[in-house]
């Protein structure tokens, strides 16, 4: 007899008593009807706002780096803050969709398919600051170890810079790879649905997907091993990132405990953009029953976890710097909390470490709007923490001489602006002609998972003494 | 060539119905051509008496291939072609190889694998396979069965197979080979 697994404990993972028919209807239709006025509103200031960072890119261009107020003692600014602020945010889908798959976390079905949608759009916006950086952008396959005629002359492989190169392709390829296959079956369903000019584009898209048994079967195989593969690799990518840091000889940079830490604090971002998202997109396309209460309070407990390993790598950063007895450690902590920038040290503390400790509510983890501003909050202080780690690290020089301050010109915070544009762009793109939620495997877990599920073959639950439940065959 | 095929079909409205269906189709021995589901059904391959995917075979030999090529060209270019320097470092310095070792295996291991998912389940951009019926993406579970070459009592075994088995409905369709 089929035993549906029913959880005193757990709650519901899909709420309103969902058949498979309606959840195709209920997660399909945002990308069948025509847009509505606030998405409509939304694209146009994306559109805007990517607009205004193409024009600043441009000039960056044209004019060259002078046009950002880097210096001789403060060589990464806003470029490389922002490059490490959307790597960081990128990691919270392959995190969902890889590692808590491996550890057989249903809840994440709920939230994977948008969740990796985002990492993508994230590293596309991350991606672009390196680039831009190198000043000559069409001398960017410089980077790249391929037989030339400059010698033949090779890249660094012993250059952290050179391992990001590596790290950060691979892994917006492998999400790539990844969230596309998972989304080929959902593809298929709109293909099915759709009539015209829409059916032909699904049907391109769709891949001629039929959904056979033995396809469903290697599908699964793949997506466990690509999975397997995922989880070193969102692990390696932060931490590879940190090297750029941690490998060099900059008091407040070479700390051995940056990788975890910085492996830490992309996940405690990266949630919080999902959550950002998500509160916004179950609104909007009315999706309240797939993404629960129960997902946002999963979610704010990883926050509030990896907010605190955050906190505790910030105080042990402070305990080794004085506990090293090197002068210039110490200089450089004594200097990030009270120095000239010392308002970003406390925006950091303020928003990293004391405000995820409000999730210990259960109360607080549960509201909705108190997770919305919360989460910007976050995003806010993880912004700091690399302006901090950056900026103020470069700012003392050895020689006194030396020393600086850093403010960015309008080109620069106009291509920060400029990510969101693009980053928004896609997104709303993404929503408008994909299902955010994957359906397939939302119908997997809904008899597991359910709340009071009704198709054929439900389960009736009596709740007598010995909590036995018992099979009902429903009409045909 | 174009050929076509004769299919009957029975459309069930759950997966439970469906696994008991394949179960009475294996003891009666029917040919089964192939069972679509909208998801995949935990434990239908074992039912159909499918042997396990091969996939990660193919993945372990791709991410071996990563591993050798990164290892390889990074060790001849400091080692053979242009030896450098870097910092008082050996030439050939194993540990700062490894990052680049390890995304390298993670990307060939992947593509190899994606790639090969696709090319045997016979899937690609724009590819057009036979749809029986446009609801087995939403919410039915097909069980189809190839039908040339039978004869009418064969055909109407079938059938009543399908009648025994609680099918919601029973279609034929032709399809190209």
Partial sequence: ?476 | MKTEKEVLFGLYNDEVDLMKAIKVAKDDHLEIMDVYTPFPVHGLDDVMGLSESRLHIAGFIFGALGTLTALGVMSWVFTRDWPIIFGGKPYFSLPAFIPITFELTVLFASIGMVVTFYTICGLGPGVVNPILDTRITDDKFCLAFETDGLNTSEVDNLKRFFNTTAAAEVHTKSISN
């Avoid at chain 1, 709920?110 to 759009?121: C, P, Q, S, Y």
């Avoid at chain 1, 390196?130 to 400059?150: D, K």
């Avoid at chain 1, 033995?214 to 989880?231: D, N, Y």
């Avoid at chain 1, 009315?286 to 910030?314: C, D, F, P, W």
Wanted: aromatic share 18%.
């Fill in chain 1, 1 to 476: 007899m089929h035993h549906t697994v029913i959880s005193p404990i757990r709650e519901p993972l899909v709420e309103g008593a969902k058949t498979y028919h309606q959840i195709t209807e209920d997660i399909c239709s945002p990308a069948e009807r025509a847009p509505n006025l606030l998405w409509i509103v939304g694209f146009v200031l994306s559109l805007i706002t990517l607009g205004f960072g193409l024009a600043c890119i441009f000039i960056t261009i044209w004019w060259g780096i002078g046009t950002w107020n880097l210096n001789r003692t403060i060589g990464w600014g806003y470029d490389i803050t922002n490059f490490v602020w959307w790597i960081g945010i990128g990691h919270a889908g392959t995190l969902i969709s890889a590692i808590l798959l491996l550890f057989r976390q249903k809840w994440r079905t709920g939230v994977n398919r948008a969740a990796e949608a985002m990492t993508i759009f994230a590293v596309m916006c991350a991606g672009l600051f390196p680039i831009i950086h190198m000043g000559r952008v069409w001398l960017a396959m410089f980077i790249l170890p391929y037989p030339n005629t400059r010698g033949p002359l090779w890249v660094n492989f012993n250059s952290p810079l050179l391992w990001d190169v590596f790290a950060i392709s691979t892994y917006f390829t492998v999400s790539l790879l990844f969230w596309y296959t998972g989304l080929v079956p959902d593809l298929a369903t709109l293909r099915d649905r759709a009539t015209g000019l829409r059916k032909k584009i699904y049907s391109f898209v769709a891949f001629g997907w039929t959904g056979s048994a033995k396809h469903w079967q290697r599908w699964e195989s793949l997506s466990l091993v690509l999975a397997g593969l995922a989880t070193p690799l969102v692990l390696s990518v932060h931490t590879i990132v940190s090297f750029d840091f941690a490998t060099s000889v900059i008091p407040g940079w070479h700390t051995t405990i940056f990788p975890p830490y910085f492996v830490a604090g992309a996940i405690f971002s990266g949630f919080a953009m999902v959550l950002t998202l998500m509160i916004v997109t179950r609104k909007l396309f009315n999706l309240q029953e797939y993404i629960t209460l129960a997902h946002v309070e999963s979610m704010n407990k990883i926050i509030l976890l990896t907010g605190s390993i955050v906190g505790v790598a910030y105080l042990t950063e402070l305990f080794i710097a004085w506990y090293s007895g090197y002068v210039y450690e110490q200089f450089a902590f004594y200097n990030r909390a009270l120095g000239p920038y010392w308002w970003a040290y406390f925006g950091m503390m303020a928003c990293n470490v004391l405000s995820p400790q409000f999730f210990w509510s259960k109360k607080l983890r549960r509201s909705v709007v108190f997770t919305f501003w919360l989460s910007i909050f976050i995003n806010i202080g993880m912004w700091f923490e690399r302006f901090v780690i950056i900026v103020i690290s470069l700012h003392r020089d050895y020689l006194p001489s030396s020393w600086s301050y850093y403010s960015p010109t309008w080109v620069e915070i106009g291509i920060y602006i400029g990510t969101f544009g693009l980053f928004f762009t896609l997104f709303l793109i993404f929503a408008r002609v994909a299902p955010v939620i994957a359906i397939a495997e939302i119908k997997h877990i809904l008899k597991t998972a359910g709340d009071q599920y009704t198709g054929p073959n439900a389960t009736v639950h009596h709740h007598d003494d010995h909590g036995q439940s018992e099979s009902v065959e429903a009409n045909h």
